[in-house]
């Protein structure tokens, strides 16, 4: 079993960034392919990026292209998630996950261990 610990979270104002980290231990993290999720209140989870286990493949939901980016450094077993430009709506419960699989997967279906989130808070 993969433990994952995110961190970064917080309250900023609009336009503002935030840096997350998920740090994985347990598992191979260099197999693993990475994702990010997030869920607001009254929304379904749904998935914010993922990246290969490679580091070549990434994936962004519309709603964040241009202004977030997905990176991870196998040596470290930390993934990292940049989020720019920030907006209210941006606001929700993040969450990491990882899958067995080296490929990203959109569905949280597919990601067998979670952290516990971290909270962002985008004020306008």
């Known amino acids: 079993q993969v433990q994952l610990v995110e961190s970064g979270g917080g309250l900023v104002q609009a336009g503002d960034s935030l840096s997350l980290s998920c740090v994985a231990s347990?598992?191979?993290?260099?197999?693993?392919?990475m994702g990010w999720f997030r869920r607001s209140p009254g929304k379904d989870r749904e998935i914010v990026s993922g990246?290969?286990?490679?580091?070549?493949?990434?994936y962004y939901v519309d709603s964040v292209k241009e202004r977030f980016t997905i990176s991870r450094d196998n040596a470290k077993n930390t993934v990292y998630l940049q989020m720019n430009t920030l907006k209210p709506e941006d606001t929700a419960v993040y969450y990491c996950?990882?899958?067995?699989?080296?490929?990203?997967?959109?569905?949280?279906?597919?990601?067998?261990?979670w952290g516990q989130g971290t909270r962002v808070t985008v004020s306008s």
């Open positions: 996950a990882t899958s067995p699989w080296g490929r990203v997967f959109t569905s949280p279906n597919r990601y067998d261990s």
């Open positions: 347990g598992g191979t993290f260099s197999n693993r392919a």
């Open positions: 990246i290969s286990n490679d580091g070549v493949t990434t």
